[in-house]
């Protein structure tokens, strides 16, 4: 797995590595395919205070790609929020690529006795 952690108008200290990293377990804990994240953490310069931080991930498993991006006031509250969806779509992501097929009852073959 290649993980990418960078900053635009943001300096990345090794305590928010190292939180974001804690943060990645828990989705590659749920889903152990993922080739590639890359994840961007932002300051925009707005004049308005809230949502000012912002913090994407791009996440490239097997056949898709899956884009997440969250903006709060504080980058901390910001990264915590875009785990929770990335979270989600990984299971969703999971739920669609596992097999649920299975053979009805009625269709199958009772061994001759």
């Known amino acids: 797995m290649n993980l ?7 300096e990345v ?4 590595r190292e939180y974001v990293l804690t943060k990645l377990d ?11 994240i890359n994840v961007l953490l932002t300051v925009e310069k707005q004049k308005e205070k809230e949502r000012r931080q912002r913090a994407e991930v791009t996440l ?3 056949g898709r790609d899956i884009f997440v991006e969250q ?5 901390y509250a910001a990264i915590d929020q875009l ?4 979270d989600r779509q990984v299971c969703r992501h999971k739920d669609r690529v596992q097999d ?4 009805a009852v009625k269709r199958m073959q009772v061994p001759a006795t």
Request: proline fraction near 3%; avoid cysteine.
């Open 71 to 75: 903006s709060h006031e504080d980058l």
């Open 60 to 62: 490239h498993v097997k």
């Open 83 to 86: 785990m929770d969806k990335l």
């Open 4 to 10: 990418t952690i960078s900053g635009h108008h943001l």
């Open 26 to 36: 828990r989705v590659t804990r749920h889903f152990d395919q993922v080739v590639d």
């Open 100 to 103: 649920h097929g299975h053979e």
């Open 13 to 16: 200290t090794p305590a928010l």
